[in-house]
């Protein structure tokens, strides 16, 4: 295992009880980690299933090297996902597997003990029983008492945010706590990877000794914090806010106001070190569309009637994307896929993916008519490819139910399984 520099104070107490071997079992048990749906390896390669081969094991060594001072987080290894509509790419930096444990065991406890606490009514997003489906239902409600909305998010969030001034709000709002040494130890993880894989990574905007890395457990709990004033300033300026990570939605009776809470807005962010994004500021008049998580909040066409929905051009994105993901020339070329029921599962678990991504969508019955539709065509293309239109061609109607592609149902939809 690539052992990682040690933090820690021989002068500062050790967090034996917060993160003593029963807390880490029991967020492992709760955890993604210890299901089906466990998350890739770190730079170490060890996988969430290797880990729990030896659980009891790997547990005493951790809390061995947590409570002697000498665990340190390793480096994370960068995954590049591609930005629907751009030509940036996201980077998810992955913690090793006990990085992981050990990260979401520290969220646990400073979420159960309120120690890092979000008192306000602004922001909805990573705060424990609040989620996409709450902020987007209280922008619908926003938006059908303002005339006016600016749509805007903060330039580069995670990336600029300025490291020193968040292991400032740490020390100043846990004092002298014991997990302060580890707290900071992660906001200073940097990725690990060849000098092509650096590049590609500097291209995107993650610099050495900048920001927060998204991919790693404490990162959402951070990145509030590093708000934890900016909500309170917007909230007693009185502009309504819908605030989720670095997406933000601020409602206003006139231009005029909006122009000025724009401006106001601004000045708060310069504060903590950041700036919004002007190329995806925008402001939206009465009755226009806005998109906002994923979703439209779109005007009926009667006075104050807004839904939020997927969007028409969105529904065609997803089964464009699906129709081209499980094509049979490019199934073929999957390392995950093996088998025409490989094919039909992976299917399955996508569409059940947008279903779950997509649950409280106003046009939700509309999605899940076109997706069925969808998958029946995606079935089909599948069977036509491997044994040709003529074969298919022939087939009769008992014939075609028997190899699922007359009727196809989707399938339950997959809801986000929290933390």
Request: charged fraction near 25%.
């Amino acid at each position: 295992m690539l052992e990682p520099k040690p933090v820690g104070s021989a002068l500062r107490s050790r967090p034996r009880r917060i993160l003593a071997k029963s807390r880490l079992r029991h967020v492992w048990d709760e955890s993604r980690d210890s299901s089906k749906r466990a998350g890739a390896p770190g730079i170490d390669n060890e996988s969430a299933r290797q880990f729990a081969a030896n659980l009891d094991s790997n547990l005493d060594e951790v809390v061995k090297r947590l409570h002697n001072g000498s665990y340190g987080f390793s480096r994370l290894r960068p995954v590049f996902i591609e930005k629907e509509g751009s030509n940036k790419e996201r980077v998810i930096c992955i913690p090793t597997v006990r990085d992981r444990l050990v990260q979401r065991t520290i969220v646990e406890y400073l979420v159960t003990s309120q120690r890092i606490p979000i008192h306000n009514s602004s922001s909805f997003g990573f705060i424990r029983g609040l989620g996409t489906a709450n902020a987007i239902a209280r922008a619908v409600e926003l938006r059908s008492v303002y005339e006016w909305c600016l749509k805007t998010d903060i330039e580069s969030f995670f990336d600029q945010v300025p490291r020193q001034l968040l292991k400032g709000k740490v020390a100043a709002t846990l004092q002298d706590h014991s997990l302060v040494p580890l707290i900071c130890n992660a906001i200073d993880c940097e990725i690990k990877g060849p000098p092509d894989v650096q590049a590609r990574a500097t291209r995107q905007g993650i610099r050495h000794g900048s920001g927060i890395r998204q991919g790693m457990p404490l990162s959402p709990l951070l990145a509030n914090l590093v708000l934890s004033r900016f909500d309170p300033a917007i909230e007693r300026r009185k502009i309504p806010m819908v605030r989720y990570a670095d997406d933000l939605l601020l409602f206003f009776g006139s231009r005029e106001e909006a122009q000025r809470g724009q401006q106001f807005v601004e000045g708060q962010l310069a504060r903590a070190g950041l700036k919004l994004s002007q190329a995806k500021t925008t402001l939206h008049g009465p009755e226009k569309h806005v998109l906002f998580l994923g979703l439209e909040i779109a005007f009926l066409g009667t006075p104050s009637k807004y839904v939020a929905r997927v969007s028409p051009k969105q529904i065609l994105r997803i089964q464009d994307r699906l129709e081209t993901e499980y094509a049979y020339s490019n199934i073929v070329k999957s390392s995950n896929i093996k088998t025409l029921s490989d094919a039909v599962v992976a299917l399955s678990r996508s569409v059940a993916a947008y279903l779950g991504a997509y649950h409280q969508a106003d046009n939700y019955v509309r999605l899940l008519s076109d997706l069925e539709r969808t998958m029946k065509k995606v079935q089909s293309n599948l069977y036509t490819d491997i044994f040709g239109a003529k074969v298919i061609g022939t087939l009769d109607d008992a014939k075609k139910r028997f190899l699922s592609i007359e009727n196809v149902s989707a399938p339950e939809p997959l809801h986000d399984l929290g933390w």
